[in-house]
């Protein structure tokens, strides 16, 4: 397959809700996390980092990069994303889980217009998101069986 601009991320479920942001509430510390954010804003304007969509709400997304034999997952950078490419970014909360597909309803949307949005992003069918999605459960699954060190880089709380 070719290589697709937007991308499954399952973050192993031994690190759920681990986030700057998380780490900058229950520190209160939600002044990191607004400079974070206009930060974001001054250096990649309104729009989506993945598909360019602007004048929409964004939502500030953690790029993580493993190291599978230590078992350490480094933050790798922040961008903004609409929220389309977040929910693929975030496939197992809204495509798997009651509270995703309440929420999915709630908006006014369906698994089958998250599938579109990323066949339409990549240029790919359903049979390429399909196999994609199951290689990301697959590393998923492997990375979920260890205990990761976080590692937030230049963000110091």
Known sequence: MKTLKLIIELVPSTVWYSSIYRLC???NQMHKWHKIKKELFEKEGRKCWICGKEN??????????YDDLKHIQKLGAI???????????????????????????????????????????????????????KEAFEIFAERSKYNWKQDFGNIIM
């Open 25 to 27: 509430k229950e520190k």
């Open 56 to 65: 929409i709400r964004l939502e500030a997304h953690e790029f993580w990069e």
């Open 79 to 133: 961008h903004h994303l609409c929220s389309m490419c977040h929910k693929i970014k975030h496939i197992g909360l809204w495509l798997h889980t009651e509270d995703g597909a309440r929420m999915l309803k709630e908006a006014g949307l369906s698994e089958v217009d998250v599938i579109a949005h990323f066949c339409a992003i990549n240029n790919c069918s359903v049979e390429d998101f399909d196999k994609h999605k």
